[in-house]
């Protein structure tokens, strides 16, 4: 059963920086690509960045390169986003997602937005 389980979530000021964590499980993590997606009251689940299985291929969404960097450890089957010069605008509850295919199939998946498996989640709120 794959699990995807978010932290590292909190308030904080605009400015200010978080690191996110997503600790997987239930299945082989170096297989596959992985994701973060983001949701604000109101808006549509988005894409914030993926990596591939490997680590070398990465994408982020405009309005958070330069800002976010996306990057995982797969002795410790762990995602993470660190998230520097916060904004307002980046208030949301954030994502962990998986894709079904391995390799690179995933990671396109991931990018077009389909995603097999979700984590619970963990709120990002950033003040001005």
């Known amino acids: 059963q794959v699990q995807l389980v978010e932290s590292g979530g909190g308030s904080v000021q605009a400015g200010g920086s978080l690191k996110l964590s997503c600790t997987a499980s239930?299945?082989?993590?170096?297989?596959?690509?992985i994701a973060w997606f983001r949701q604000a009251p109101g808006k549509e689940r988005e894409e914030v960045s993926c990596?591939?299985?490997?680590?070398?291929?990465?994408h982020y969404e405009d309005s958070v390169k330069g800002r976010f960097t996306i990057s995982r450890d797969n002795a410790k089957n762990a995602l993470y986003l660190q998230m520097n010069n916060l904004k307002p605008e980046d208030t949301a509850m954030y994502y962990c997602?998986?894709?079904?295919?391995?390799?690179?199939?995933?990671?396109?998946?991931?990018?077009?937005?389909?995603?097999?498996?979700w984590g619970q989640g963990t709120q990002v709120t950033v003040s001005s």
């Open positions: 239930g299945f082989t993590f170096d297989d596959y690509a």
């Open positions: 997602a998986a894709p079904a295919y391995r390799g690179g199939g995933g990671f396109y998946q991931l990018r077009r937005g389909t995603v097999a498996h």
């Open positions: 990596i591939s299985w490997n680590g070398e291929t990465t």
